[in-house]
């Protein structure tokens, strides 16, 4: 499902020192990415709301740069690749920001179909789509990555980690029985 991003803010969005200096360091990525090629980041976020903030901020400090955003649909069959390929088409964006990637995992069963073929895609995804592809997930979700996709992790060239103040645990928190907030359980979640 490809939803539109929000409209971006010309006001800029206040982050917590640690966070401004996380986001600044992955524009610097998206920046520099052009001379490198292929660049698969992860931007570790726990928290929706958090999430929302820094993704329209980094849209508003790449102003002039074609950022390109995909929510992963769990309802195809078509596999991560096949949707990104599907979405863009012949489009080379500066950079692409994946959501959606704990709707695919299987966390019970610790495999998934469609992370064994993004596993097996890595040598592709570097020449089908030369320009940084940020996976936005919470920490479970980048330790499943990690583990049912190996190959693809080890090729990754950057970690971005972003902590969540105390009203986005408290939003969190609020939302765990929410059936669309993450892919896992009520346990899982806590």
Same mark, same amino acid.
């Given at each position: 499902m490809i939803a539109p991003p929000p409209a971006i803010s010309e006001s800029p969005v206040v982050l917590s020192p640690g966070n401004e200096q996380e986001l600044q360091a992955l524009c610097r990525m998206v920046d520099h990415a052009g001379t490198h090629g292929c660049t698969l980041a992860f931007a570790w976020v726990n928290h929706p709301t958090l999430q929302q903030q820094l993704t329209l901020e980094a849209r508003r400090r790449l102003t002039g740069r074609s950022v390109a955003e995909i929510t992963l649909d769990s309802a195809v069959q078509s596999g991560v690749v096949e949707q990104w390929e =599907? /979405? @863009?088409? $012949?489009?080379? #964006?500066?950079? @692409?920001?994946? *959501? =959606?990637?704990?709707?695919? @995992? $299987? @966390?019970?069963?610790? *495999?998934?179909h469609a992370m064994a073929v993004l596993n097996l895609n890595r040598g592709y995804i570097a020449r089908r789509f030369p320009f #940084?592809?940020? /996976?936005?997930?919470a920490d479970f979700a980048m330790v499943a990555f990690s583990k049912q996709a190996p190959d693809a992790w080890s090729v990754k060239s950057e970690s971005f980690h972003f902590t969540g103040e105390s009203s986005d645990t408290i939003e969190t928190l609020g939302r765990l029985g929410e059936g669309e907030f993450w892919s896992s359980g009520r346990r899982e979640k806590l």
């Open positions: =599907g /979405f @863009l088409g $012949d489009r080379r #964006p500066a950079v @692409l920001f994946v *959501y =959606g990637i704990e709707k695919l @995992l $299987d @966390l019970e069963s610790g *495999y998934t #940084p592809i940020v /996976f936005w997930a």
